[in-house]
């Protein structure tokens, strides 16, 4: 087994919801660069009471919070990952995003919005541009 893994080609898709709950149209983003998975949280409950073993505050685990995720790309106007971003930003709907980290990674799908969508043209350097979707839901595999 490797010690270790590159995660060059790892990729993320959009899953536009259609009416009706059919299966989602896909759109794989393209020139993605360095990704960074989801960062969830789980939330704390206090539930110390006036028993508390050893006058110590006492938690639970709460809801999971799935956080936010930026996805860098080179930006290229007028191209379908523009479009497509654009139009989603547009309309606030509620997408599938699916990130699959490493070529042999197994793809993991969440539920959210597109938070932010931002551009850059630097004088020296490629456009980029960044879509920050607020993630949800975690969706299980059937």
Same mark, same amino acid.
């Given at each position: 087994? =490797?010690? *270790?893994?590159?995660?060059?080609?790892?990729?993320?898709?959009?899953?536009?919801?259609? =009416?009706?709950?059919?299966?989602?149209?896909?759109?794989?983003?393209?020139?993605?660069?360095?990704?960074? =998975?989801?960062?969830?949280?789980?939330?704390?409950?206090?539930?110390?009471?006036?028993?508390?073993?050893?006058?110590?505050?006492?938690?639970?685990?709460?809801?999971? &919070?799935?956080?936010?995720?930026?996805?860098?790309?080179?930006?290229?106007?007028?191209?379908?990952?523009?479009?497509?971003?654009?139009?989603?930003?547009?309309?606030?709907?509620?997408?599938?995003?699916?990130?699959?980290?490493?070529?042999?990674?197994?793809?993991?799908?969440?539920? *959210?919005?597109?938070?932010?969508?931002?551009?850059?043209?630097?004088?020296?350097?490629?456009?980029? =541009?960044?879509?920050?979707?607020?993630?949800?839901?975690?969706?299980?595999? &059937?």
């Amino acid at each position: 087994m =490797a010690e *270790g893994m590159i995660g060059y080609g790892s990729t993320v898709r959009i899953g536009r919801l259609t =009416a009706g709950g059919a299966q989602p149209t896909w759109h794989k983003l393209n020139k993605v660069g360095d990704i960074e =998975a989801p960062d969830e949280q789980v939330d704390e409950v206090q539930v110390t009471h006036q028993e508390s073993p050893g006058a110590r505050r006492q938690f639970i685990a709460g809801l999971i &919070d799935s956080g936010e995720v930026t996805v860098p790309m080179n930006y290229i106007p007028g191209s379908a990952d523009h479009l497509l971003l654009t139009a989603i930003r547009a309309t606030r709907e509620e997408v599938l995003i699916e990130f699959k980290l490493g070529a042999e990674g197994t793809p993991e799908t969440f539920t *959210g919005f597109l938070k932010g969508y931002s551009r850059t043209a630097p004088i020296d350097d490629k456009m980029t =541009a960044a879509a920050t979707f607020r993630l949800s839901s975690y969706v299980i595999a &059937d």
